[in-house]
């Protein structure tokens, strides 16, 4: 099982960058598949998530508006363009596999390694 991911990098605030998670070693398609971060010295904290078939988004308060999520299940990548980039954006940002069990409890099978995002002038 693999997660790569990459498009970090350093950007001045307003600035853009997209994000691209690649994923091999499981059936991408079943599942959930979300973003996170974790800036300097904090925890890890939830960016964004998408559901099965694209349809169903979610996303933290502090990225709504600016943040968009997206797969493409034939190229098995996940996505996320970051737009209006400001200083409490810099993070290392991770991608994972997340499965829904029958009783609603949401587990993180498999993350990916992170891509570090400085937003600096």
């Known amino acids: 099982v693999q997660l790569q991911a990459s498009g970090g990098g350093l950007v001045q605030p307003g600035g853009s960058l997209r994000l691209s998670c690649a994923a091999s070693g499981f059936t991408f398609r079943r599942y959930i598949m979300g973003w996170f971060r974790q800036p300097p010295g904090k925890e890890r904290e939830f960016v964004a998530s998408i559901g099965w078939s694209d349809s169903t988004t979610s996303y933290a308060d502090s990225v709504k508006g600016r943040f968009t999520i997206s797969r493409d299940n034939a190229k098995n990548t996940v996505y996320l363009q970051m737009n209006s980039l400001n200083p409490e954006d810099t993070a290392v940002y991770s991608c994972?596999?997340?499965?829904?069990?029958?009783?609603?409890?949401?587990?993180?099978?498999?993350w990916g390694q992170g891509t570090q995002v400085t937003v600096s002038s």
């Open positions: 994972a596999a997340i499965r829904r069990d029958s009783g609603g409890t949401y587990t993180a099978d498999y």
